[in-house]
């Protein structure tokens, strides 16, 4: 089974910066195809921020020029840099892993708020 722990939420103020990490691990090893960051606000659904592979990025729109992923393959490790945020970007960030047999894991959550 794997876990993924994540860190680095808080509040901040328009304008500022806040970095998340996050770390997947399992009893019996992991190596992830693809790791990455999802965002929900209330009354919203679940949305990509950006996803990093071997190969390629893809960031949405929204966050593009602002946010910044980086990965630490040995450590099975993401993290994401944030700047210039805007109280739109605040949600529960979630971390996601993909193995590759191909299943999806999550991590519990992390809130982040952007006050105007």
């Known amino acids: 089974q794997v876990q993924l722990v994540e860190s680095g939420g808080g509040l901040v103020q328009a304008g500022g910066s806040l970095g998340l990490s996050c770390t997947a691990s399992?009893?019996?090893?992991?190596?992830?195809?693809?790791m990455g960051w999802y965002r929900q606000a209330p009354g919203k659904q679940r949305e990509l921020v950006v996803t990093?592979?071997?190969?390629?990025?893809n960031y949405a729109d929204s966050v593009k020029g602002r946010f910044t992923i980086s990965r630490d393959n040995a450590k099975n490790t993401v993290y994401l840099q944030m700047n210039s945020l805007k109280p739109e970007d605040t949600a529960v960030y979630y971390c996601?892993?993909?193995?590759?047999?191909?299943?999806?894991?999550w991590g519990q959550g992390t809130q982040v708020t952007v006050s105007a």
């Open positions: 996601y892993a993909r193995s590759w047999g191909g299943n999806d894991y």
């Open positions: 399992s009893r019996g090893g992991f190596s992830s195809s693809a």
């Open positions: 990093i592979t071997a190969g390629n990025t």
